[in-house]
């Protein structure tokens, strides 16, 4: 089948970016197009209508493209857990749990296969793939197991765009280098060089470019500005890279920054508001007086909880909430404002039971069977009746107790399982992802701290996130399309 692959000469060179704005393009110009990303590392997963998780990412990139998200969009996804291993998802199912030492010896042949169905069954429906690659393809002692890069690319005789990240310098020197070590058949794939999140006046930069295109004789398609909108990134370091363009915001909210935070795309919604401001905060820093504190999901709940414990974040979050601040937990953030967790089985790598931040009436119980699957509910609170849309993944079950402290706890939403808010609505948990992207349900949340800042109420009559989204899709898109030259992918 036709297919365009998009590597990158570094980790963060805006391959998912690029990938995204191309699955928008082609369908605005009559493509019936779909993302594919063969293997992919992270921890920000979606959960397809048949429960299969994916990299959150190339659900993005269906959205973008205008279809439904499916497991063969992204067969294989590695979720790091620590110590050097991660849990194996081949086709939207856990087969496992590997040491990276051992991944290739163990899954390579099943995940090629995965791939190939994959592949296969895409054909079938879509007239083009926009394929994305992980990390770079020139890791000279990864190549031969590589199982998302040009392995992808010569499968499918793939025209290839190699995406340069230039704000971190070396660009120049980024390109030359990977495509020095790409194989002959690898490098004859590569069509064009994209410049991505360029900054400054083109002018200056073509005297580079002529010198490059000179050198590698492969034209440069494309110089993409710096896109700031705020954007799913695929892993945590996005976070660390994170700039706030907002000033005089009403709200400060604080999100833990975990180990292995999961999910933070929870939170885009909450930062696309103009009157919010949200902080990711490290375990070891001062959590300060923000108007609430929001513990993520993580891929190692335990651990992180231990690590909160340790540097004091913990004690912190209970006095805070003591004083009468909000406190949230989203999954594995809900399991630690609970009262024990125990792994009977050492799930996550080391089997007992931990003391919670008891402050809420819940035990959790992990267990080797997870719970993946899309839900519809109705809202108790912060306001009776309201529709809310989002996903679960988690491999605890959460049991609820009367009460903590003579304090008195109501469901949260229809389903009792889903999550629990105090009678003052000062400490809420929930199972759900994708909370936030309900735009009522996060407007009626936000105005509660508003109304204890003595400020006026924001309208609840908004769109969900995902129309904003869709906003920035096409932002992205037609910013892109401007800069990107695709004819040599397409003819």
Same mark, same amino acid.
């Given at each position: 089948?036709?297919?365009i692959?998009?590597?990158?000469t570094?980790?963060?060179?805006?391959?998912?970016?690029? #990938?995204?704005?191309?699955?928008?393009?082609?369908s605005?110009?009559g493509?019936r197009?779909?993302?594919f990303?063969?293997?992919n590392?992270?921890?920000? %997963?979606?959960?397809?209508?048949?429960?299969?998780?994916i990299? =959150?990412?190339q659900?993005?990139q269906?959205?973008?493209?205008?279809?439904v998200?499916?497991?063969?969009?992204?067969p294989?996804?590695?979720?790091?857990?620590?110590?050097?291993?991660?849990?194996?998802?081949?086709k &939207?199912r856990?087969?496992?749990?590997?040491? %990276?030492?051992?991944?290739?010896?163990? =899954? @390579?042949?099943m995940?090629?296969?995965?791939i190939?169905?994959?592949?296969?069954?895409?054909s079938t429906?879509?007239?083009?793939?926009v394929c994305?690659?992980a990390?770079?393809?020139?890791?000279?002692?990864?190549?031969?197991?590589?199982?998302?890069?040009?392995r992808i690319?010569?499968y499918?005789?793939?025209?290839t765009?190699?995406?340069?990240?230039?704000e971190? $310098?070396?660009?120049?020197?980024h390109?030359?280098?990977t495509?020095?070590?790409?194989?002959p058949?690898?490098?004859?794939?590569?069509? &064009?060089?994209?410049?991505?999140?360029?900054?400054?006046?083109?002018?200056?930069?073509?005297? $580079?470019i002529k010198?490059?295109e000179?050198?590698?004789?492969?034209?440069?398609?494309?110089v993409?500005?710096?896109?700031?909108?705020?954007?799913?990134?695929?892993?945590?370091?996005?976070?660390f890279?994170?700039?706030?363009?907002?000033?005089?915001?009403?709200?400060?909210i604080?999100v833990?920054?975990?180990p292995?935070?999961?999910?933070? #795309?929870? @939170?885009?919604?909450?930062?696309?508001?103009?009157?919010?401001?949200?902080?990711?905060?490290?375990?070891?820093?001062?959590? &300060?007086?923000?108007?609430?504190v929001?513990?993520?999901?993580t891929k190692?709940?335990?651990?992180?909880?231990?690590?909160?414990?340790? #540097?004091?974040?913990?004690?912190?979050?209970?006095?805070?909430?003591?004083s009468g601040?909000?406190?949230?937990?989203?999954?594995?953030?809900?399991?630690?404002?609970?009262?024990?967790?125990?792994?009977?089985?050492?799930?996550? &790598? *080391?089997?007992?039971?931990?003391?919670g931040?008891?402050?809420?009436?819940i035990?959790?119980v992990i267990t080797?069977?997870?719970?993946?699957? *899309?839900?519809?509910?109705?809202?108790?609170?912060?306001q009776m009746?309201?529709?809310?849309?989002?996903?679960?993944?988690? +491999? $605890?079950?959460?049991?609820?107790?009367?009460?903590?402290?003579?304090?008195?706890?109501?469901?949260?939403?229809?389903?009792?399982n889903?999550?629990?808010v105090?009678?003052c609505?000062?400490v809420?948990?929930? =199972?759900?992802?994708?909370?936030?992207d309900?735009?009522?349900?996060?407007r009626?949340?936000?105005?509660?701290?508003?109304?204890q800042?003595?400020?006026?109420?924001?309208p #609840?009559?908004v769109?969900? =996130?995902?129309?904003?989204?869709e +906003?920035?899709?096409d932002?992205?898109?037609?910013?892109?399309?401007?800069?990107?030259?695709l004819?040599?992918?397409?003819?």
């Amino acid at each position: 089948m036709k297919a365009i692959m998009v590597v990158g000469t570094t980790s963060h060179a805006g391959k998912s970016l690029i #990938t995204t704005a191309i699955c928008r393009i082609l369908s605005r110009r009559g493509w019936r197009v779909a993302p594919f990303k063969g293997q992919n590392m992270a921890l920000n %997963a979606y959960v397809t209508a048949n429960g299969g998780e994916i990299g =959150y990412a190339q659900a993005v990139q269906a959205w973008a493209a205008g279809v439904v998200p499916w497991v063969e969009m992204n067969p294989i996804l590695l979720k790091p857990q620590g110590d050097m291993t991660s849990q194996v998802i081949i086709k &939207g199912r856990s087969v496992g749990k590997v040491r %990276a030492a051992d991944y290739y010896e163990q =899954y @390579f042949d099943m995940g090629w296969q995965a791939i190939e169905e994959s592949l296969k069954h895409l054909s079938t429906e879509f007239d083009l793939l926009v394929c994305e690659g992980a990390g770079s393809p020139a890791e000279i002692n990864l190549k031969h197991r590589d199982l998302t890069n040009m392995r992808i690319a010569t499968y499918l005789n793939a025209p290839t765009i190699l995406v340069v990240d230039i704000e971190r $310098g070396g660009a120049f020197a980024h390109v030359v280098g990977t495509l020095e070590l790409l194989e002959p058949e690898e490098r004859q794939l590569i069509k &064009g060089i994209v410049i991505n999140k360029f900054r400054g006046q083109r002018s200056i930069l073509e005297p $580079g470019i002529k010198w490059l295109e000179e050198r590698i004789g492969i034209p440069v398609v494309g110089v993409i500005p710096y896109f700031e909108e705020i954007f799913p990134a695929e892993d945590s370091l996005d976070l660390f890279e994170r700039k706030s363009y907002k000033t005089n915001t009403d709200l400060n909210i604080a999100v833990i920054r975990l180990p292995r935070i999961a999910n933070f #795309t929870d @939170f885009d919604p909450l930062e696309s508001e103009p009157t919010v401001s949200v902080k990711f905060l490290s375990p070891k820093q001062d959590l &300060g007086h923000p108007d609430a504190v929001i513990i993520p999901g993580t891929k190692t709940t335990i651990n992180d909880l231990l690590l909160l414990q340790k #540097t004091g974040m913990a004690e912190a979050i209970q006095n805070y909430a003591a004083s009468g601040g909000t406190v949230m937990g989203i999954c594995g953030g809900y399991q630690m404002l609970g009262q024990i967790i125990a792994d009977p089985e050492g799930v996550e &790598g *080391q089997a007992g039971r931990f003391q919670g931040l008891n402050l809420l009436p819940i035990r959790t119980v992990i267990t080797g069977q997870k719970i993946a699957r *899309q839900r519809q509910v109705s809202s108790n609170y912060p306001q009776m009746g309201l529709p809310v849309s989002g996903f679960e993944i988690h +491999q $605890g079950r959460s049991r609820i107790e009367q009460q903590v402290d003579g304090q008195a706890y109501q469901p949260l939403f229809d389903d009792v399982n889903l999550g629990l808010v105090d009678s003052c609505q000062s400490v809420w948990g929930s =199972y759900l992802h994708g909370l936030f992207d309900n735009g009522p349900w996060r407007r009626a949340w936000l105005n509660r701290l508003r109304q204890q800042r003595g400020l006026k109420s924001l309208p #609840t009559g908004v769109a969900n =996130y995902r129309e904003q989204r869709e +906003q920035i899709l096409d932002s992205l898109a037609t910013e892109i399309e401007t800069h990107l030259d695709l004819i040599p992918f397409l003819s």
